[in-house]
């Protein structure tokens, strides 16, 4: 589709993640070990260029599209799943600042910021802000805050509200981590690396600039003019693609891994000495590949689906977009049932911690969780749809 391929940066990018994978799979035990990011892979990863894909050009970035962001992620996921999600959280950040206001982007990527500014985003308004002159003044605590250990700002959702203090709509606030505290009780079974603690705010100003309205948001309505395509496409749909490529690269990764075992790993309590040489083995890793490259397909198509209609200036309605939703649950739903088959296939023995797999496993697992893509919202949501119930739909699910 034209102007939605990947571009030569990007696949260069995605080049160099590839040579950094062994130092992702190496670094991913330890991590999960430390419940923080390595900084030598974290440091490594950021000199590829993979951290600041999203950022606008007139900033030093690559205004990524919405196929080159999830590549990237899915690169990352092949080497440590927890990792790329911090990826696709801290993207989300970017991408969103590029929506916003010249102005709170000046802050974060202009005089004394830089591409190395990173943004993590939690949107859920567990928060109070009171309207002051020029601003704000916000108190709350938000979980999970994925990629706020790596960040210098992050975007925290809040209630805004009237003269009456009535709740009359959602934002976001960019705050600087350094304006924080945070509660660390990511004590979890899979994400673990991820860091994903709960953030603090204790009566701090934000000035107006920095509040980003969340329904006009979701209708398109951005207060940002950057010219890039990428920073006209649909909101919810654009976010949660980015959660999609960590998916696929952990699928990829178990598939990977699956396979490589094979011709050294007997069959326990059968006569085969190589788990290569069954049939039963053969058709399991069969349908696993061919359940990803489904899973894979339909994440490009909905990718240039969503960066093609903004490059003529369409924005999905919603029904529209709840179908993207549906499909992004088919998507992870995918992966975690391939993932399944394929511990079975590969036997008790990829449950060691010396392996990848239970990692892998437990990482996507978790993930696969994660309210943007539950796929059972999403087709209940899209059957009301199809039933001519779209009213019933957008009660049930009416942010997408």
Known sequence: MAGAAIRPEIAAIVERIDDLRPLLIAGGREADQERRLPEEAFRAVEATGALSISVPTKFGGIAANTREAHAVARAIGRGDGSFAWVTGI?????????????????????????????????????????????????????????????????????????????????????????????????????????????????????????????????????????????????????????????????????????????????IAYTSYDKQADSALFQAAVAKASVQLDAAEALATQMADDIYEGAGRGYYAPYSERIAMRAKAGWIVDTITNMISDLTSAHGSGGFAETWSLQRIWRDQATAARHGHTLSGSGYEAFGKVLCSREEDARYMLPIV
């Open 90 to 266: 801290l993207d989300s950040g970017a991408w969103v600042l590029g929506l916003m206001e010249e102005q709170a982007q000046e802050d974060v990527w202009g005089a004394g910021g830089g591409l190395d500014s990173y943004i993590s985003i939690v949107l859920a308004t567990t928060s109070d802000a009171v309207s002051v002159e020029g601003g704000y003044q916000v108190t709350g605590r938000w979980g999970y805050g994925t990629g706020s250990m790596n960040a210098t700002w992050s975007l925290l959702g809040i209630p805004l509200k009237n003269d009456q203090g009535e709740v009359v709509d959602a934002g976001l606030a960019l705050i600087p981590t350094a304006d924080l505290s945070y509660e660390d009780n990511w004590y979890v079974a899979g994400m673990k690396s991820t860091a994903s603690v709960v953030q603090i705010a204790e009566d701090v100003f934000v000035p107006e600039h920095r509040i980003f309205p969340l329904t006009a948001a979701v209708e398109g309505g951005y207060l940002g003019h950057n010219p890039e395509q990428t920073y006209q496409t649909v909101f919810i749909p654009s976010l949660f693609m980015k959660l999609i490529g960590p998916h696929l690269g952990m699928g990829r990764a178990a598939l990977d891994f699956v396979i490589a075992k094979a011709e050294s790993k007997a």
